[in-house]
């Protein structure tokens, strides 16, 4: 532990995998979840959208290529705020230190707790359906092709996430590079830098880099 000694005890990684967060089995379960759960509801979400706006809405296929990748690359700025401004914000109040705590502290106290390193798939349905909602009063029909594009975003940061955390990096440096940056934010600058999982490109934007 003395390695880790500059992170907030609330950041630290323990020496133990698991990590509890309530003493109830039924809440606990409901806090965790295998990585294929998240990743088939998100792209059977994802490609129930895609078959609608292809044949309902009538939209042409390049705009719906475009708010495709535009969603993806919004769920990377998404991934970025929130981690660094939702998770990692400096706060006083008890119940927004709670709510870090049960959404990513204790992912920092035990990062190879293979079961929590996805958000379990009530409170994820609870949290897009909201982001739907705010691309659908913002653009309208055009929300049908924007948002499959940032499920699939997140599909990804996910599949990424678990990987940095179970596998040793792969040689192909960009993804190499990529291992390295987030190890770095758990176990360096958990509060300060490195906020970017499935992209660097915030941290440089933002001047977050290690």
């Not at 759960?37 to 998100?42: A, C, I, K, R």
């Not at 290529?65 to 769920?75: D, P, R, S």
């Not at 049908?144 to 179970?166: E, K």
């Amino acid at each position: 532990m003395e390695a880790y000694s500059q992170i907030p005890e609330h950041l630290r990684p323990h020496k133990e995998v698991n990590g509890r967060l309530f003493e109830s089995s039924w809440m606990e379960r409901l806090t965790r979840t295998s990585l294929w759960v998240p990743v088939v509801m998100h792209a059977s979400i994802a490609i129930g959208f895609l078959y609608y706006v292809t044949t309902n809405v009538g939209l042409a296929s390049k705009t719906v290529l475009i708010l495709f990748i535009a969603g993806v690359m919004t769920w990377t700025l998404a991934e970025y705020w929130v981690h660094r401004f939702g998770y990692h914000c400096e706060t006083d109040k008890k119940w927004l230190i709670k709510i870090q705590h049960l959404g990513h502290g204790i992912h920092h106290q035990h990062p190879k707790d293979e079961e929590r390193l996805a958000m379990p798939p009530l409170p994820a349905l609870f949290l897009i359906s909201i982001f739907f909602g705010i691309f659908w009063l913002v653009g309208g029909l055009y929300a049908t092709a924007f948002f499959p594009g940032f499920l699939i975003g997140y599909m990804m940061y996910i599949v990424l996430h678990y990987a940095q955390h179970r596998y040793r990096a792969p040689r192909f440096f960009p993804l190499k590079r990529l291992w390295k940056h987030h190890m770095l934010h758990h176990y360096k600058y958990p509060e300060t830098k490195a906020f970017g999982v499935s992209t660097r490109l915030w941290d440089y934007v933002f001047d977050t880099m290690p």
